[in-house]
C-alpha cells in the first residue's frame, strides 16, 4: 500500500487550491456570506482535514520513510486516523468587512478533540525517537493550548463568493501553525504500531547477536585454554619483534627532529613514556593471568600506544616546529632591534671607526650562520648569539 502513496500524494494535493485555498459550492445563492455561515465552518474544516491530510501523505511519501518499517502506511491508514480527530470552529469574529470588497477578514478558535489513545500513540512513537518525554508531543504545544478535553489555538482565515454567489471560497492564513502540527502528531500516532513492531525484531536480533557473541567468546576462551606453552613463546617472541620495530620506527622520526623541537617534546615526551608504561602494565595483568600472557598484553599494548604516539607526534611535527620558528624569529627580530638601537646610539667619531669593521660582520653574518636544518631553526639561532655579542660588542664602546 505504501508504494501507492505518489499517486496519493498527487490526488491529495489536487484537493486542494493553493494548499491553503478551498471553494465549495453555494447552496444558498441569495442568501449573504458571513464569517460564521455554516458553509464557511464547512469549508474550514475541509481545509484542514485535507492539508492535514497531504502534509502527512507527503511525510510518508519520503524516500526514506519508504525503505523502513512504515512502508505498509496508506492513505486509507492516514484519512482514518484524521476523521477521528473533532475538528470544531468556535467563538467566530468578523475582523475586517469593507462595501468596496465581497472578501470577509475572520477570526476564530480552533478545537481539536483528540482521543486520548491517538495522543497516547503519538506520546510512546515520540519518546521511541527520542524527541520528548513530556506527557503531550512538544511539537503540538508549541501551537496548540489545551482547554478541557480540546486544544485550541486561535485561526485567521477570509470567506468570498465568487462574483455569481455560486461558490463560496475559503483562504486559511498561517497554514503552517495549523497544519504542520496536526500532520506530525497524525504521523506520530500512525508510526507506533510499526515502531513496536521493528523494536520487538530489533530486540530479538540483538538477543540471538548477544547469544551467539557469548557463543563466540566461549569458543575464543576455549582456544585461548589450548594454547601451548610452546605456542605462547612464540608470540611472545612475536610480540618482541613488533614492539622493537614499533620503537626503531619511533627513534627513527625522534632522531630526524631538530633538536629545538626535541628539547620543546621532551617533557610531553616523559610523561607519555611514563604513562605507557603503567597503563601497558596495568592492563596486561587485568588481560591474563599466566607469565607470557601477561607479557604478550604487555608487548602488545606497548606497540598499540608507540605507534599512536608516533601519528601523535607525525601530525604535530608541522605545528611544533612552527611555533619554534615564530619563536626564533621574534628572538632574532629583538636581538637586531637591540643591535640596531645600539649601533645607532654609537658617537659619531665612534661609529666612524667601528661602523667598517660592523658592516664587514654584517655582511658575512649568514655565510657564517649558513650551516644548520632544512627548517632554518640553527640558522636562525646562531644568527640570535651572533647578534647579543655584537650587540654587547657595541655597548662596550658606550661604555667606555
Not at 189 to 196: F, H, S, W
Amino acid at each position: 500500500m505504501g508504494k501507492n502513496l505518489s499517486a496519493l500524494a498527487l490526488a491529495s494535493m489536487l484537493i486542494l487550491s493553493g494548499c491553503d485555498r478551498l471553494g465549495i459550492s453555494n447552496p444558498f445563492v441569495e442568501k449573504e456570506v458571513s464569517c460564521g455561515s455554516e458553509e464557511a465552518k464547512e469549508i474550514l474544516v475541509k481545509l484542514i482535514r485535507d492539508n492535514v491530510e497531504g502534509e502527512t501523505v507527503k511525510t510518508f511519501d519520503d524516500d526514506a520513510f519508504k525503505e523502513q518499517a512504515f512502508a505498509d502506511i496508506g492513505i486509507s491508514h492516514i484519512r482514518s486516523m484524521i476523521e477521528r480527530l473533532g475538528i470544531t470552529i468556535d467563538e467566530i469574529r468578523t475582523a475586517e468587512k469593507t462595501d468596496t470588497s465581497s472578501k470577509l477578514k475572520c477570526e476564530a478558535t480552533l478545537k481539536l478533540e483528540v482521543p486520548e489513545d491517538v495522543v497516547g500513540y503519538a506520546v510512546a512513537a515520540n519518546r521511541t525517537v527520542g524527541n520528548s518525554y513530556k506527557k503531550t508531543p512538544d511539537f503540538f504545544e508549541r501551537y496548540y493550548r489545551k482547554e478541557g478535553a480540546y486544544y485550541v489555538k486561535t485561526i485567521s482565515y477570509s470567506v468570498q463568493p465568487t462574483d455569481d454567489k455560486r461558490k463560496i471560497f475559503a483562504e486559511l492564513n498561517q497554514t503552517y501553525e495549523v497544519i504542520r502540527p496536526v500532520s506530525e502528531l497524525v504521523s506520530m500516532a500512525l508510526i507506533k504500531e510499526p515502531l513496536d513492531k521493528a523494536k520487538k525484531m530489533n530486540e530479538e536480533l540483538e538477543a540471538a547477536e548477544a547469544a551467539a557473541q557469548e557463543a563466540r567468546e566461549a569458543e575464543e576462551a576455549a582456544a585461548q585454554e589450548a594454547l601451548s606453552q610452546e605456542q605462547e613463546t612464540a608470540r611472545v617472541s612475536e610480540w618482541e619483534e613488533r614492539y622493537k620495530l614499533s620503537r626503531s620506527e619511533f627513534e627513527q622520526f625522534w632522531t630526524g627532529l631538530p633538536q629545538t623541537v626535541q628539547n620543546k617534546l621532551q617533557a610531553s615526551q616523559k610523561t607519555w613514556k611514563s604513562g605507557m608504561d603503567k597503563i601497558c602494565a596495568s592492563k596486561a595483568k587485568a588481560e591474563s593471568e599466566t607469565p607470557n600472557g601477561i607479557k604478550i598484553s604487555e608487548l602488545a599494548c606497548k606497540t598499540a600506544e608507540t605507534e599512536a604516539r608516533l601519528e601523535e607526534l607525525h601530525n604535530r611535527k608541522k605545528a611544533v616546529i612552527d611555533e619554534i620558528i615564530r619563536e626564533a624569529d621574534k628572538k632574532e627580530r629583538t636581538a637586531k632591534a637591540a643591535l640596531d638601537g645600539a649601533v645607532q646610539a654609537l658617537p659619531a667619531d665612534i661609529a666612524e671607526t667601528v661602523m667598517p669593521e660592523y658592516r664587514n660582520w654584517q655582511n658575512g653574518l649568514n655565510a657564517k650562520c649558513a650551516g644548520g636544518d632544512e627548517y632554518g631553526l640553527a640558522q636562525s639561532d646562531c644568527r640570535t648569539k651572533e647578534i647579543n655579542a655584537k650587540t654587547k660588542e657595541i655597548q662596550g664602546y658606550l661604555i667606555n
